[in-house]
């Protein structure tokens, strides 16, 4: 006699009766998301790919066509400010939000010294001072909060942002 209901699928099952999952490989899983992000197979392990602002950096978007390698340093000021915002967050004893992209501080957090977190908190309030002001929610949503969600319009004003905290971080 056969029980009421939907017949099981033919599938191996856990000791409690459900149905197996099984879990894909996680190298091909952040492969297929990085493609969907615009990597291709040549430049998908590549870490700039991991974070918003490394992915415009990979795109293009920070080109400069006399000069090559401003790309690189606008992506690496970009870097560089996300890491003075996670110290001074770590200064200020305030939770931090994913901590994924380059230049975040890792590991165990740590008592710090308040001379240092007064140091911390007044290097990023120096280069956010540098930064052109109506391009600070910018800087904020892309590089701090890595948010995905960016209008083609904040292209010249991160731009722009990036350059000033480029010439900041020469000048610190």
């Not at 856990?14 to 099984?22: D, I, L």
Request: hydrophobic share 40%; glycine share 8%; aromatic share 6%.
């Amino acid at each position: 006699m056969s029980r009421a209901g939907r017949k099981r699928k033919l599938v191996e099952r856990e000791p409690n009766g459900r149905a197996q999952r099984t879990l894909g490989d996680p190298c091909i899983t952040v492969r297929d998301q990085r493609i969907a992000r615009g990597a291709n197979l040549d430049n998908w392990r590549a870490q700039e790919h991991s974070t918003p602002l490394g992915r415009m950096f990979m795109a293009g978007a920070f080109d400069h066509p006399l000069n090559a390698d401003t790309a690189k340093r606008r992506y690496d000021a970009g870097v560089w400010y996300r890491g003075l915002w996670l110290a001074k967050q770590r200064a200020l004893n305030l939770p931090q939000p994913h901590v994924r992209s380059p230049g975040a501080p890792t590991g165990k957090g740590r008592d710090i010294d308040p001379d240092d977190a007064l140091k911390a908190i007044q290097r990023e309030t120096r280069a956010l001072n540098c930064v052109p002001r109506g391009a600070k929610a910018v800087i904020y949503s892309v590089i701090v909060l890595e948010s995905e969600d960016w209008f083609a319009a904040w292209g010249p004003v991160l731009t722009a942002a990036l350059d000033a905290l480029a010439f900041h971080q020469a000048g610190a």
